[in-house]
């Protein structure tokens, strides 16, 4: 039976910090990746995908808040499921063309999600999930000023506004998302985290300001699909301890006992790492399955064992016999 991955790509991969956030530039990007998934398709490992979406969605709220005068501007929830359409509208396309490339057929779809949160969430009193563009601090201070932005530094890369990104509770579209993937569909789902929706008394829902973290609902979609590897793709090749610091080391297999250890000992950064870690962890010892953290570049190689910070329950006899090497 082919293995079914489920990958986080992140928002920073599809709109680089050091690029102009043009359509160009986004394409190229989300083309850049898809041939890496492609290739994975390919090979015969069931794939869903979601994707980040905090560069862009920041760009959408600029947007709407600087044309407030001749526009009506519209509420986060709606700019998540518009940041969903957009980047899933490339995602769809390039990985067709890709496929087509490889002379492989597979049907990609993207599937609009919605994510129950809870309106009682922390992060709604201090937020903490960076969109937008970086800033020089000074540039922050600012904004912050003239703004009323809440602006936080964001894993010494810069300045970034900062907006509440509840945790994820449910997946709203999961039976769709199973269906569909089970079907032999690529599925692209849970873009951005997913739209932030809160249940009312009367059991219907309605959208609340936020931005959810991909890689928390990407942990919850990899439960839901039964994954056998959940892997959070990034730009650094694994994740690192004492992270900027001269002595900084990167980790590579480890078990969740250790990488526990590691995120009580304060080494994974709010808003960047910290999410990825902590989601990392949860489907390892939820599913009793792998996780992965790696670049996109070494995706490929990451499956075979070969690079990324693996973690799995060595303790454990998973399904995969305890190895994180898994070939399609
Ligand atoms: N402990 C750490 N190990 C590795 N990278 C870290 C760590 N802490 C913070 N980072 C930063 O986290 C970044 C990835 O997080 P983020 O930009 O939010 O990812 P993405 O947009 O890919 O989801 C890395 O580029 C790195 O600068
Ligand atoms: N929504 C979200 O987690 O986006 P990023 O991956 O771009 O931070």
């Known amino acids: 039976m082919s293995k079914t991955v489920v990958v986080a790509l992140g928002g920073n991969a599809i709109l680089q910090s050091k690029q102009e956030g043009t359509y160009e530039n986004q394409l190229y990007n989300v083309k850049t990746s898809s041939k890496f998934l492609a290739k994975l398709i390919k090979e015969g490992y069931k794939l869903v995908i979601t994707h980040g979406n905090g560069p862009q969605v920041g760009n959408i709220l600029r947007q709407n808040e600087e044309a407030q005068d001749v526009v009506p501007p519209m509420p986060m929830d709606v700019l998540n499921g518009e940041s969903q359409g957009f980047i899933g509208y490339m995602m769809v396309q390039s990985l067709l063309n890709e496929l087509k490339q490889l002379g492989h057929k597979a049907p990609v779809v993207n599937l609009l999600t919605r994510v129950e949160v809870s309106k009682d969430d922390e992060d709604f009193k ?7 563009p970086f800033y020089s601090e000074e540039e922050a201070k600012k904004l912050a000023e003239e703004r009323n932005w809440n602006m936080k530094e964001d894993s010494n890369r810069g300045w970034r506004r900062v907006v509440p990104s509840p945790k994820p509770i449910k997946i709203l579209e999961a039976q769709a998302i199973k269906d569909l993937a089970e079907a032999g569909n690529v599925v692209v789902a849970c873009g951005g985290g997913g739209i932030p929706v809160v249940s009312k008394e009367d059991g219907t829902y309605e959208g609340i300001e936020a931005v959810i973290d ?19 793709l990034t730009d650094v090749d694994n994740v690192f301890i004492n992270f900027g610091k001269p002595d900084q080391k990167s980790l590579e297999k480890l078990t969740i006992t250790e990488l526990e250890a590691y995120v009580n000992a304060g080494h994974f950064a709010k808003g960047s790492m910290g999410p990825k870690v902590e989601s990392a962890l949860n489907f390892a010892k939820q599913a009793k399955a ?7 570049e070494k995706v490929d190689q990451a499956l075979l064992g070969k690079s990324g910070t693996i ?9 995969n016999g305890g190895s994180p090497g898994l070939s399609a």
Do not use: W, Y
Request: net charge negative; with cysteine; aromatic share 2%.
């Open 290 to 296: 792998t996780s992965i953290i790696c670049s996109l």
């Open 214 to 232: 991909k890689d928390r609902s990407g942990c919850k979609l990899a439960e839901e699909v039964n994954a056998d590897v959940f892997m959070i």
């Open 126 to 132: 201090d937020p903490s999930k960076p969109i937008g």
């Open 311 to 319: 973690i799995s329950d060595q303790h454990v006899e998973d399904k």
